[in-house]
């Protein structure tokens, strides 16, 4: 008797451990994990796009966009860039608007339906302000500042960054950043990081003469250690800051010329690069670079269709596993993707009236990229499809 009612607990024990196993993972992992596995089996390339500055009222006319464009074009990847514009609770102090997390959770939820990974992007280190209005955080902590005796209209600069040797700003901007992991249920941060010019100002007295290859390896190493080793999520950045411009043929904005390029080698090899080059060039180097140093790499194009099909025919060549697909910027297609969306209905809609406006025009231009790039993607030219 004893035996036989151990063996039925066995037996038993034997079911629910089979009945409980997900066939791609551990059945102990978060419904994210499992569904992260799920869409890598799923998706060999990333076909990836970057939105900026999403509004709330309008997160109809992004699961539009989903619908009606990711989905036809089968992209699979979203990158949302929300930087302030989210209701912090960890910081009311900043004050900042947006999306809330239920508006988050509620968008991750709706791209996962159609098979698409949400990655939320938070500006790290540069683009404090944008023209005469600055961020939320260097407003309220003026005091985390890199250069703060440029006038409150920023007249001079491009952009604010805040000090990479202050350790108070990591206090506040993790919890910002944890925020938006929790909101988003994300499994992958993109951090930002171009477009650094002022870092290791002489006028910073804790930066002033420090080597800015360091200084900025010391940023992405304490971002790598929180997001990837702290809370087990992907990292990603933009590169143009870790390209000498002395060695690379892309000028002061696509490369590095402040010295920031030697952090390439201080910083860890999991972290993806997204390699983001608009212009027509008869090459792009730094996307075999990236790979070669150990990178997993995103080429990233913008609105010129042609300068797109040459990074995807550039990114073909002698593409190896790092290579993981492409990255369509939406800069100006509107925060929720509404211009980008509008272009791409009017499009796919012979006869149908072609708006005039500048912002329309450029999503037009984003719309035709984002065609023209896929369509190169697909031919697989010379058996050489781009794909881990
Ligand atoms: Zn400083």
Redesign the pocket.
């Known amino acids: 008797m004893q035996r036989t009612r151990l063996a039925l607990s066995l037996l038993a024990m034997a079911v629910i451990a089979l009945g409980s196993r997900s066939p791609l993972g551990n059945a102990a992992e978060p419904a994210s994990g499992t569904w992260l596995q799920d869409w890598r089996k799923a998706n060999p390339a990333w076909r990836a796009l970057h939105l900026i500055g999403p509004q709330p009222e309008r997160l109809g006319l992004t699961k539009e966009l989903i619908t009606t464009l990711m989905v036809p074009a089968r992209m699979n990847v979203l990158v949302l860039e929300v930087n302030y514009g989210f209701r912090f609770q960890s910081h009311p102090e900043l004050q900042c608007r947006g999306l809330d997390k239920s508006q988050a959770r509620n968008l991750t939820d709706f791209c996962r339906q159609h098979g698409i990974r949400l990655i939320p992007l938070f500006n790290c280190l540069g683009h404090q302000s944008w023209a005469s209005r600055t961020g939320a955080l260097l407003t309220k902590y003026p005091q985390f500042d890199?250069t703060p005796h440029v006038p409150p209209d920023n007249k001079g600069i491009y952009c604010r960054e805040w000090?990479?040797?202050l350790p108070e700003v990591d206090k506040v901007v993790f919890d910002l950043l944890d925020e938006l992991i929790d909101a988003f249920d994300a499994d992958a941060l993109h951090v930002g990081m171009d477009e650094v010019f002022l870092i290791g100002?002489e006028k910073?007295p804790?930066?002033r003469g420090q080597d800015k290859g360091e200084l900025f390896a010391g940023v992405v190493n304490r971002l790598h250690q929180h997001l990837v080793k702290d809370k087990g999520i992907e990292m990603l950045m933009w590169g143009d800051r870790l390209l000498d411009a002395a060695v690379f043929p892309y000028g002061s904005w696509e490369a590095s010329k402040t010295g920031s390029h030697t952090a390439l080698g201080l910083i860890p090899k999991d972290i993806i690069m997204c390699d983001w080059h608009y212009e027509l060039r008869k090459d792009y180097p730094s996307v075999r670079f990236f790979q070669q140093q150990g990178f997993r790499v995103l080429p990233a194009p913008w609105k010129k269709p042609d300068a797109a099909v040459a990074l995807i025919r550039c990114a073909r060549q002698d593409a190896t596993d790092k290579m993981l697909g492409i990255l369509f910027t939406g800069w100006s297609a509107g925060g929720n993707g509404e211009h980008l969306l509008a272009a791409w209905k009017a499009e796919a809609t012979p006869g149908a009236d072609q708006a005039t406006a500048q912002r329309q025009e450029t999503g037009r231009q984003i719309a035709a990229t984002i065609r023209a790039g896929l369509k190169e993607l697909d031919s697989e030219k010379d058996n050489k499809p781009l794909k881990r």
């Open positions: 890199e000090c990479p040797s100002d910073c804790r930066c």
